[in-house]
């Protein structure tokens, strides 16, 4: 058995050169205040008020200094916007700003896979990418090649609910054990959520509440996923319980089934989250005891991932050690050499 888990490291970057488009909206706001003061004091000298402002050649100065800086923050705006970018770190373009468990912070997220016999990490991984939504299969089969099994099966929380990771680690020989987060309505809790409504394999259509048929209307490949709704729903007495729309219309993902059955593998034995909690989370917590922050000391994604290479090389030797004792950990390295 194997236990997949991810953590946010800081960067080296702040939090202050985040730039986002809300960002440079308000910068530049500020900037249009300070101009208009600035012309507003140059107003008032002209009407012989001199102490009201300085030497007009700084003022204009300052003034251009001002439109400068804004002509940037455009500059930033617009390439942010062809490149489809929410944020950008402007010390270290590479971070992102993600959510840790302290709050926001520019950081990158530390991928690890721990066996759960020796609790040693069998494999690792840095990326920049905010959640851990599609790291599922490529930690699963990176870890199964470290340990050379022919079969394994991992286990990982809710941010790894991946129907289609889950299919392909199927297809890998790997059982993927994840439950999924907690069905609610995004509309609202006073609506029925997705879980009052089952779902028939042979007709591909779902039962409503009221026990009316929604039927699949809409398909999309890019999106990987088919909605489903009935006529029925106009007249339904249940509607106010339901949605406040002219028709609900309920989604299921082309690997829904791979997800299910990846979330009845979690809940069948309350043991395998607990198992993933003992066996991935005490590395990472003596990993960061290590770096003694925890913060990345070096800058970009390559270099911080031998950051974190280093630092997992120091946690598995120290298990190691603990698990042979020094003389056979020392006896089994001279042996390698030779």
Sequence with gaps: ?????????????????????????????????????????????????????????????????????????????????????????????????????????????????????????????????????????????????????????VVADTGYSNGEHGAQCEQDKITAIVPRPETVNPKGTQYFSRDRFGYDHESDTWRCPAGETLSLYKTSQTKQKKEYTSQACGACALKAQCTNTARRVVVRHFYEDAREAMHRRAIADPIWMRRRRETVEHPFGTMKWLMAGPRFLVKGLKKAKAELALGVLCYNLKRVTNILGVSALLGALTLSQA
Excluded at 76 to 99: D, I, N, Y
């Design 1 to 153: 058995m194997l236990a997949i888990d991810g953590t946010k490291i800081a960067a080296v970057a702040s939090r202050k050169q985040v730039m986002t488009p809300k960002r440079i909206e308000r910068i530049n706001a500020a900037i249009d205040r300070k101009i208009a003061d600035y012309l507003a004091s140059m107003d008032e000298a002209d009407r012989g008020e001199p102490a009201a402002a300085g030497k007009p050649a700084d003022v204009a100065a300052a003034i251009e200094v001002l439109k400068a800086q804004k002509e940037r923050l455009q500059a930033q705006a617009q390439e942010m916007a062809a490149r489809g970018l929410k944020q950008k770190v402007m010390t270290e373009p590479e971070a992102k700003l993600m959510r840790t468990p302290h709050g926001h912070a520019v950081a990158y997220n530390a991928q690890t896979a721990v066996d759960a016999k020796h609790k040693l990490i069998a494999a690792f991984d840095l990326t920049n990418e905010g959640n851990d939504y599609g790291q599922l299969h490529p930690m699963a089969v990176q870890a199964k090649e470290a340990v050379g099994a022919d079969e394994v099966a």
